[in-house]
């Protein structure tokens, strides 16, 4: 099993930025990828950004140019730098790990976290 630990949400303005941090630990040799999904209330759950042990990224439309998702391989931790944030940001957001890649459109999520919450008003 994986075990994950997010920080860094909060309440932030629009046009403001947060940095979300996730840490991993436990069968960390299994992880082929590591990301972040978003779930707003009443909506399903969202794929954010995911990066792969290669380093290769990929973004949902809605976050492209805005945020980014870096990782440390050697300290299993994954970041998501969100920028100009907008109210339909809001939701909370779980890190999540995989086994595998797959397709955009349908990720792939084996182990997820607690969530941390991100709230964009002003």
């Known amino acids: 099993q994986v075990q994950l630990v997010e920080s860094g949400g909060g309440l932030v303005q629009p046009g403001g930025s947060l940095k979300l941090s996730c840490a991993a630990s436990?069968?960390?040799?299994?992880?082929?990828?590591m990301g972040w999904y978003r779930q707003a209330p009443g909506k399903q759950r969202e794929l954010v950004a995911r990066?792969?042990?290669?380093?290769?990224?990929d973004y949902a439309e809605p976050v492209k140019g805005r945020f980014t998702i870096s990782g440390d391989n050697a300290k299993n931790t994954v970041f998501l730098q969100m920028n100009s944030l907008k109210p339909e940001d809001t939701a909370r957001y779980y890190c999540?790990?995989?086994?595998?890649?797959?397709?955009?459109?349908?990720?792939?999520?084996?182990?997820w976290g607690q969530g941390t919450q991100v709230t964009v008003s002003s």
């Open positions: 990066i792969t042990n290669g380093g290769s990224t």
């Open positions: 436990g069968s960390i040799l299994s992880i082929a990828v």
């Open positions: 999540f790990t995989a086994r595998r890649l797959s397709g955009i459109s349908t990720p792939r999520y084996d182990y």
